[in-house]
């Protein structure tokens, strides 16, 4: 990487947060219990938790688990009350922001979220706005977990894609080089200091993470494609419970709902997450569902990471081998033991 | 309308008039209160939108007028649910958000010179309607055009006038069926892949063109693939539940395709290259 970089101490980093919270929201996983880190707009005191994986993406953070699309206000003529008129108004807000410790998985995910949301036919003005303002400060993997499969769809525990910031851990903190401008405008504060020292340290510790691709994926949208109308997904999907955990920790799921929210002559219509593993997501009004069963909607979500994305969208899966899935799922569903099945029967 | 503005903002309209068309479908005519956005509005025969009622949400409508005809736009809606419902308790004078034009449509450029055949069920007839009348007000664009329209009983029909209006007119054929025998009735009786059979259209050089309940598209494309109709000479339309209508919540895929940007019309030869999921 570049000779930019600049050395990060550990006990610096409270106190940059701090000052970059002076200008942007800051996001920073912290730790919440003895087994659960969350991304929290950072606060003096917290806890952070910069050494492991958050236990859900900061996904939540571009792309809110509830949020407003827009508010609206019937007014009623006093005169005749049969008449009435109705004002919509965009609700479309984007504050500067930072997220402060993803994980490269977790840029990687937006970067499914950019293609569909800000690439696409049609773009996702919420998300468009946000993702302009957001800057992704990554740190690396220099120790991947035993669920982490990265390497296996494309990624890697030292891969920058998505990241505006790079983080490598070495001794005493942290050697910060830019992927971007907006990444590199963050290296003027205080905390960081001349690093040259450092850069030769963190280039070892990016070379000796071993994560070693176990998945053998190519022609995996072939072979889904193949086993689409066989009895495979009545076998792989037969512990699922349909609880859709899978979808809520995923880095990458992007579907959600819209509904009506009102209190007297105001209200709001409200965008919030949904999840594929649901009967009422595909119900249709005649009360036909085309995905009536957990076999359907498995083999959906399997196909839509692995063939339907891939094939939208130049090759890139809809999964970035975060493990988060792996480690949610309450039945112990193993998504890469699934997409091992996948290509021998398929 | 791509791009430029937010799609998810619903532009407000009006409703000029409510046509109660059987007993649970009334047609809506809406125009946009935005005089220069109603001038502006382009859409294409086969189109959707999403209607707004505020405070209940949004649900999918073909708009079932045809764009040579644009003093308003026409909805046609059956009561099926909470959205439904409340836009039939709608009286002229009402706000309505439209949101659209949505997805793909009739290929009618495609359809030039050819003879078309419409096979339409219930309130599938809506966006046939679409497409008729616009072949009607470009008539010398197309073949013999013929309309084989079914429906439960005699009040379930819906464009009543019209029906006779097209009935009486000599440069289309219309057909009527319904599913069983009643005391005024005196045309067919016979559900419409039956009575398709029996009429036995030759499919040279036809596009026959079907929507309606899924029981009878399914039907209705076995009775074409008898009668020899190929692939590429049958367009029909899906349903699928919709939110966003624009390809993003992900909702109402077919395999790589999305009924909402790559659809609703699809022709019976790209139909069978998506996974069967229907
Ligand atoms: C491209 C396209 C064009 C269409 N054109 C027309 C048209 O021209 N005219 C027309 O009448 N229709 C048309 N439809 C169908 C129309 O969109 C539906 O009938 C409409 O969306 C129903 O909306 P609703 O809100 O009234 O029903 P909803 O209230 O959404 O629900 C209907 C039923 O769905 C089920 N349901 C919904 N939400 C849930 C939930 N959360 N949990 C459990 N069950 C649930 C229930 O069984 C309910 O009774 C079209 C559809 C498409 C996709
Ligand atoms: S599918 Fe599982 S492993 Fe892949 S990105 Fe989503 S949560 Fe992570
Ligand atoms: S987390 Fe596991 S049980 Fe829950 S929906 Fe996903 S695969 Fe099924
Ligand atoms: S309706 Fe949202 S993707 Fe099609």
Known sequence: ?346 | MANSINPFLPKIGTVLKVVQETPNIKSFQVVLNDQERMKSFRFEPGQAAQLSIFGVGEATFVINSPPTRMEYLQFSVMQAGEVTERIHQLKEGNPIGVRGPLGNWFPYEDMKGKDIYFIGGGIGMAPLRTLLLFMLDNRKDYGEITLLYGARSPQDLCYKEEVKEWEARDDMELILTVDREFPEWDKRVGLVPNVLKELAPSPQNKVAITCGPPIMIRFTLQALAELGFKDDQVITTLERRMKCGIGLCGRCNIGTKYVCIDGPVFSLAQLKELPPEL
């Open chain 1, 1 to 346: 990487m570049s000779n930019k970089g600049r050395f990060l101490a550990t006990d610096k980093i409270p106190g940059l947060l701090k000052r970059l919270g002076g200008t942007y929201r800051v996001f920073a996983p912290v730790k919440v219990s003895d087994t659960v880190i969350l991304f929290h707009e950072f606060k003096e005191g917290a806890q952070l938790a910069l050494n492991k994986q958050a236990t859900l993406p900061p996904k939540e953070i571009l792309f809110p688990q509830t949020e407003c699309l827009l508010s609206y206000t019937y007014h009623k003529d006093p005169e005749n009350l049969e008449k009435s008129e109705v004002q919509v108004e965009e609700t479309l807000e984007a504050l500067p922001t930072i997220i402060f410790g993803a994980r490269p998985c977790d840029a990687r995910g937006l970067m499914v979220f950019d293609a569909v949301f800000n690439d696409g036919q049609w773009r996702d003005p919420y998300y468009k706005a946000r993702r302009k303002a957001t800057t992704i400060v990554t740190i690396l993997c220099t120790q991947p977990e035993n669920t982490c499969f990265c390497t296996s769809v494309g990624g890697g525990p030292t891969n920058t894609e998505g990241s505006d910031l790079v983080l490598t851990p070495v001794t005493g903190g942290y050697f910060a080089e830019p992927a971007t401008e907006k990444g590199g405008a963050l290296l003027q504060d205080e905390a960081f200091a001349l690093g040259h020292n450092k850069a030769d340290e963190a280039r070892e510790e990016r070379e000796k993470v071993s994560l070693e691709s176990e998945l053998e994926l190519d022609g995996i949208a072939q072979c889904l494609l193949e086993l689409f109308s066989t009895d495979f997904w009545k076998q792989v999907s037969a512990k699922c419970i349909s609880c859709g955990a899978c979808t809520y920790v995923c880095p990458t799921c992007y579907c959600f709902n819209i509904t009506d929210e009102t209190a007297g002559v105001k209200g709001e219509r409200i965008r919030t997450w949904d999840s594929c593993m649901f009967y009422q997501y595909t119900l249709e009004a005649s009360g036909h569902n085309p995905r009536p069963t957990k076999v359907e909607r498995y083999r959906n979500r399997i196909g839509h990471k692995f063939s339907y994305h891939p094939t939208n969208y130049e090759g890139m899966f809809g999964c970035t081998g975060c493990g988060r899935c792996i480690k949610a799922c309450p039945v112990s569903l193993d998504i890469r033991q699934v997409l091992r099945e996948v290509k021998v029967h398929g």
